[in-house]
């Protein structure tokens, strides 16, 4: 199905289907401050508003939902601290099956209490994200349960690609699309619904500028390893996988554009949301920072940015959009 995006807009379909009792048609709604600034229409798809926080219930369910149901009593495992993690296990809580997630002995505890609500079983090992990840995979062998990729998974991917289907229909004369940017499974899924009836339309993903680990990798032309800094944008932190094998050459295939923002330019993409009335997390925030940016090349037509999450706390929330970046 690799390049064959006939194929993948069937699965798409098909995603949409499966993943349809798990996953809101969240609604997208008009950014008054910024479309009257920039004299065209941006509008912002508004998925923050799924109920684990995040887009990510999308990709979660239908890589649960396209497997046999006798493999799926077995319940599902996986090694994201973030939003994934919390998607695995709203999908697992919602069928009554078990659900699993490993991390590393890094993680910090307040993330695991975290994780530990949503009722996954979480199990701490390893020293890295990556040693997390080959203990998630042994642990799915042994016990036969299901392994759910955060991103470099098809399935995972046309499920995330459910959301540029509903952008076509919500905003039929959408021009551009932004899409936040870390592994790619979004932008892939989301790139590939678009471009498979409207190659026209433009899908840019945008990532923060300390530590994109897709956007340097395109750069050289090869997926690369990178250290972690800290950004407001922390759900788009974490690497793109040496043995990408799906994301990576769609993302490059695909996309018309990959570009970085600032941390300054994240807050005050964070401050301009919250002044419309929505709260988001700092990764959901890149597409309104580039709007912002003086030194951005100029668009014409509609705009549509994708809202991905809203999963940090009001106090975060203040205390980003409160200091001095
Ligand atoms: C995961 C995530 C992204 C990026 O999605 P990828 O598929 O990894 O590119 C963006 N925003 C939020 C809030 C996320 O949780």
Redesign the pocket.
Known sequence: MDWDIKAWEEAIRAARKRIAPFVERTPVLHSFHLSQRLGYPVWWKCD?FQASG???IRGAANALMSRPEEERVRGAITYST???GLAVAYVCRTLGVPAVICVSELVPPAKIDALRKSGARIVVDGQSQDQAAQIARRLADEEGSILIP??DDPAVIAG?GTLGGEILEQVPDVRTVLV?????????GVALAIKARHPQIRVLGISMDRGAV?YESLGTGTPLEMDEVPSLAD??QGGIGLDNRW?FGLIQKLLDDVVVVSEAAIQQGMRLLGEEGLIV?G??AVGAAWLLAEDRPPLSGTVVGIL??H?LSLADFVRATASEE
């Open positions: 923050q995040a887009f990510k973030g939003n994934h955060p991103f995330q936040p940017l870390s592994g790619g499974g979004l932008a892939s897709m759900s788009l994301t997390e990764a959901a991905t999450g999963n």
